[in-house]
């Protein structure tokens, strides 16, 4: 009775620690372990898409210029008393400036929209692909899976690589817009 109290008790203390602590790893503690800045990186490309606005394509700004200088000169010369072709070319030559800045604004827009649009499609991509790999290395930890640990350290370095480089795409395609 004596040596089989001993051999559990023996038996428990080999095997049991690497399974409980194999079994206390939860999938958000593999995040905050592996992916800790991960929230951070999405904090970022969300302030780079709200940087976005109708001013920061090149064209709008110089029509917006241009549109206020236009507008600028037609009011000079309606105070001025100008004659009335100088006023009709003035006002036609501010008409179309402001149409051509709307239309600037218009084209600027949907550029905008859609690259906000496509990175938050990135975005939802890459965390599928997270959730993916916490998965595996939650397998892993709970001992569930065969990989040897030099193959499951090259995958989540990989894995790591993969989603450090995707956020730097996304944050440099959303300042390159003009």
Same mark, same amino acid.
């Given at each position: ?7 559990? =008790? ?8 690497? #399974? ?5 790893? @939860?999938?958000? @503690?593999?995040?905050? =372990? ?15 898409? $709200?940087?976005? $606005? ?9 029509? *917006?210029?241009?549109?206020?200088? *236009?507008?600028?000169?037609? #009011?000079?010369?309606?105070?001025? #008393?100008? *004659?009335? &072709? ?9 008409? /179309? ?8 604004? $218009? ?5 905008? !929209? ?24 939650? !397998? ?5 899976? /065969?990989?040897? /640990? ?10 790591? @690589? ?9 944050? /440099?395609? =959303?300042? &390159?817009? !003009?």
């Amino acid at each position: 009775m004596k040596k089989s109290l001993a051999l559990l =008790l023996i038996m428990i203390l080999v095997l049991s620690p690497s #399974k409980a602590f194999a079994e206390n790893y @939860t999938l958000s @503690t593999v995040n905050k =372990l592996y992916f800790e800045d991960y929230k951070t990186r999405i904090k970022e490309v969300k302030d780079a898409q $709200k940087l976005l $606005k109708n001013g920061s394509c090149n064209d709008v700004i110089l029509l *917006s210029k241009k549109s206020q200088a *236009s507008t600028e000169n037609y #009011k000079k010369l309606v105070k001025s #008393k100008a *004659s009335k &072709t100088t006023l009709a070319s003035a006002k036609a030559l501010r008409d /179309q400036d402001k149409k051509a800045l709307s239309a600037a604004r $218009k084209v600027c827009s949907k550029k905008i !929209n859609e690259a906000k649009r496509e990175s938050n499609a990135r975005l939802k991509e890459l965390d599928n692909y997270k959730n993916e790999l916490a998965k595996m290395i939650l !397998n892993h930890l709970k001992e569930r899976d /065969q990989l040897s /640990q030099d193959s499951f350290n090259k995958q989540v370095y990989g894995g790591l @690589t993969y989603i450090d480089e995707t956020f730097t795409s996304i944050t /440099q395609s =959303l300042k &390159t817009i !003009n």
